[in-house]
């Protein structure tokens, strides 16, 4: 029996620009009707001890098996009423309807609710002409300096201390035990291990421990691990660390002269700061441009306030946590730790996936409007700047633009979708 010879009462309880909540009824005699038609379907598949399959009579089928006849029968009525109710207020839904409150039995009426969620009708607004702070840094000697600094630091090569003597930047190579409430803590031991005190994550006892210690001195340094540390057999607890210095070796920085840039590859002193330069510059169009794009998403957020799916902002927010999470796990944090973390962090990527959500249908609204859609001639150009910058490897571009198209096209899309805002902005620079 199809949907359309159903007849059954519907009313709206709530309805908002994402949602509808109804309730339905069906009457008791179209359920009877329905009814045969499942008892039917079930006698097939009947088995019962003494009778083949199928050749089980009527009134034992609807004696063994009523409860399952009743399930069937509320799943076969509301199948063939929920989405006529639907399309009787016009609502086309996103997601398939959530069913509540079932109230039947065998002879009378059957009653449901339901809610289901639908698109919003968006009409993107105020999306142009929109007022833009752009802050240009420039590119100082100063800057190149500081760089070149820092790539001396990264070359530097370690040699071993004259004086012995440990410093705040030292590399210290210690063999260590350690002791908990006076007993040894056979995981923490070490032997001819190197501590970094310069590194940001090395503990803050330990550096100050070591600190104007000398080659052969052994130390017994205590130290106490912050609450939330990440291994919990340690969090809160003290730990004596007998330690002994076997080496103490500090950095040696290479000259800066053609020679270290031709350790780089380079041609000489004058190319590395042009590499530098150029790295600088191109950095600081990314910084230029993600800044611009920050303002305009936060225009567009603030001029266009609508309701967006429930569900949809669910599975954002159930995707940005897991993808915290996962972060996190390949950092080497426990499930216990993520746990907390999670609880903590719960409302801000709430508020971040509506955003997220919202931002979407504003950018698909002005893809609309301005017809902004990704072209052939688009995406061919994109396979063929990617061919050009991988010669040798053409068929491997091919297949992956086979294989990530779809992706491939929604980047060309938000490129070409910003590419448009920013180029209707009104842009004021000022330069730092």
């Known amino acids: 029996m199809s ?6 009462k519907s009313k709206v309880l709530e309805k908002k620009p994402c949602l509808i909540s109804m309730e339905v009824e069906v009457a008791s005699s179209q359920a009877e009707n329905e009814l045969e038609n499942v008892y039917n379907s079930i006698q097939k598949g009947a088995k019962i001890a003494g009778f083949r399959a199928g050749k089980v009579p009527m009134d034992m089928v609807k004696k063994n098996y009523s409860d399952l006849a009743k399930e069937k029968l509320i799943e076969s009525l509301v199948q063939k009423t929920v989405f006529n109710a639907l399309e009787q207020e016009k609502f086309v839904p996103i997601t398939m309807p959530v069913i509540t409150n079932i109230d039947y039995d065998f002879g009378k009426d059957l009653k449901y609710s339901f809610k289901a969620e639908c698109q919003p009708e968006v009409a993107a607004k105020d999306y142009k002409e929109i007022k833009i702070n752009k802050e240009i840094h420039k590119i100082t000697d100063e800057k190149i300096n500081a760089e070149l600094e820092t790539v001396r630091d990264r070359n530097a090569s370690l040699v071993v201390s004259e004086d012995g003597v440990v410093k705040k930047d030292s590399f210290a190579i210690v063999s260590y035990e350690g002791f908990m409430d006076g007993k040894a803590v056979e995981k923490i031991k070490a032997k001819e291990f190197m501590i970094d005190l310069s590194a940001p994550n090395t503990l803050q006892g330990f550096k100050d421990g070591l600190v104007n210690a000398k080659k052969g001195e052994t130390k017994d340094i205590e130290i106490e691990y912050p609450a939330d540390y990440l291994n919990k057999e340690l969090a809160g607890k003290k730990v004596m660390f007998k330690t002994t210095i076997e080496e103490v070796k500090n950095k040696k920085l290479p000259e800066l002269n053609d020679d270290l840039a031709k350790d780089l590859g380079l041609e000489n002193l004058e190319d590395l700061k042009k590499r530098i330069k150029d790295s600088l510059e191109a950095e600081e169009t ?13 225009h567009l957020l603030n001029k266009n306030k609508f309701d967006v799916p ?11 946590i897991k993808r915290m999470s996962d972060y996190m796990k390949s950092q080497g944090a426990n499930e216990e730790f993520i746990k907390k973390q999670v609880e903590a962090s719960e409302a801000k990527y709430a508020e971040e996936a509506e955003k997220n959500v919202r931002l979407a249908y504003i950018l698909n609204s002005v893809t609309a409007q301005e017809k902004l859609e990704v ?33 491939i096209s929604s980047s060309l899309k938000e490129e070409k979708i910003f590419k448009f805002l920013t180029d209707n902005a009104k842009i004021t620079e000022k330069t730092k």
């Open 3 to 8: 949907a359309a010879k159903y007849e059954f």
């Open 286 to 298: 990314r910084r230029q441009n993600s800044e611009v794009e920050r303002q305009i998403v936060d």
């Open 310 to 320: 429930e569900s949809v902002v669910l599975n954002q927010k159930n995707y940005l």
């Open 375 to 407: 072209t052939k001639e688009d995406l061919d150009a994109e396979k063929q700047k990617m061919i050009d910058a991988n010669p040798k490897r053409k068929e491997d571009v091919e297949n992956y633009f086979k294989e990530n198209l779809e992706n």
